[in-house]
């Protein structure tokens, strides 16, 4: 047998392991692929493919089983030859549900998030989760300032995808309502189509410019609003998670029988900085990710695969993720999460056009 057709052997039945241990759960034996097969190939060709695939460090044998299942090596395999180009397939799915879910449930973001991840998580059978844009990223559209109570004060940034990031500040003496609303009418009037980094920006300046050119409201907008997104705060995340179907994970057979292995995942998926840090490459493709146990680089993801995409949002950048057992159906999956972040990035483009209209 040429290389070339050795090659060939070895990858059809990695692929069939790795779809069989997805479907059952189960380590897989040599009958079992020559009966995918059709008999093809016979069981004894096929254990000797097996054993090589063991050998390169792409199946490996449960200690309490004959048959095998794939390591992270034989996944990443499985992936790049053989799944990824899925992304580029016409998915005729419940993705082209999106639109009619998401406007159902209304038009704001996180109602339109909610739905993009509960269908995810429905379609699926896993976890799912929303990241969405930093805040100094985002496109800023209204800026409100509230009295709370003696000494304190909650600066509300809204960003023109509707998503909505607050700030508590300390303040030395009481406010009056009508002065709140100027201070914040002279903010907003800094605000249109910039980020908040630009804010920060234009903030800076108006302050370093001659004291004289500014009344005491301006002054003390400028103030305000120099606290509420600078300083300490800058370069600081205060972005969201919206997540669905976390349950999901724990009637699964990798974690059902390991509720600490389960509720450290549990953990894991809720904190978004583990998220940002863990799929930083995902924010900077164009493509859907796939990322498989410790390519995770942290020990209570590590038992998991992760398909994960970028949508836009505000001018800013989030993420649709979508979380399960290492054997997530990758073929369905891949296009499936690519889908839905590309109607989601759609979806709401449309509602911040209708609300800059309504304004």
């Not at 159902?104 to 109602?111: A, H, K, L, Y």
């Not at 995942?265 to 809720?270: G, Q």
């Amino acid at each position: 047998m040429s290389s070339s057709a050795a090659a060939s052997r070895e990858r059809l039945i990695l692929r069939e392991v790795v779809e069989s241990y997805i479907l059952s759960g189960e380590a897989v034996g040599s009958k079992a692929i020559a009966a995918r097969l059709k008999n093809r190939l016979s069981s004894a060709s096929i254990r000797n493919v097996m054993s090589d695939l063991c050998e390169q460090g792409l199946l490996e044998k449960p200690h309490t089983s004959a048959g095998r299942v794939p390591t992270d090596r034989g996944y990443r395999n499985y992936l790049d030859q053989l799944v990824r180009p899925l992304r580029a397939l016409p998915l005729v799915e419940p993705a082209s549900t999106v639109d009619a879910v998401a406007w159902n449930e209304g038009t704001s973001s996180e109602d339109v998030l909610r739905a993009a991840v509960r269908l995810l998580g429905t379609e699926l059978g896993a976890a799912t989760v929303a990241l969405t844009p930093r805040l100094e990223t985002a496109i800023l559209s209204k800026l409100e300032f509230v009295w709370l109570r003696a000494g304190r004060l909650l600066a509300i940034a809204i960003t023109r995808g509707g998503i909505v990031h607050e700030r508590l500040l300390h303040v030395d003496a009481d406010i009056r309502r009508e002065d709140l609303e100027a201070l914040s009418n002279y903010l907003n009037s800094l605000l249109p189509g910039r980020t908040l980094d630009d804010v920060r920006a234009v903030i800076e300046a108006e302050q370093e410019r001659d004291r004289n050119a500014h009344g005491e409201l301006e002054r003390r907008a400028l103030d305000l609003g120099r606290r509420a997104f600078g300083g300490a705060g800058a370069g600081s995340d205060d972005g969201a998670v919206v997540i669905d179907g976390a349950a999901r994970i724990l009637e699964t057979k990798e974690f059902a029988a390991a509720p600490e292995k389960a509720a450290e995942l549990l953990r894991a998926i809720e904190q978004r900085a583990l998220w940002l840090d863990v799929l930083r490459t995902a924010l900077e493709a164009d493509d859907t990710e796939v990322y498989v146990g410790h390519e995770l680089g942290t020990p209570a993801l590590e038992p998991c695969g992760v398909v994960a995409s970028r949508y836009q949002l505000g001018g800013g950048a989030g993420l649709i993720v979508v979380v399960g057992p290492k054997r997530l159906d990758y073929r369905r999956a891949i296009p499936l999460v690519g889908r839905v972040a590309e109607q989601l990035s759609r979806v709401l483009r449309a509602a911040e056009g209708d609300e800059e209209l309504g304004a």
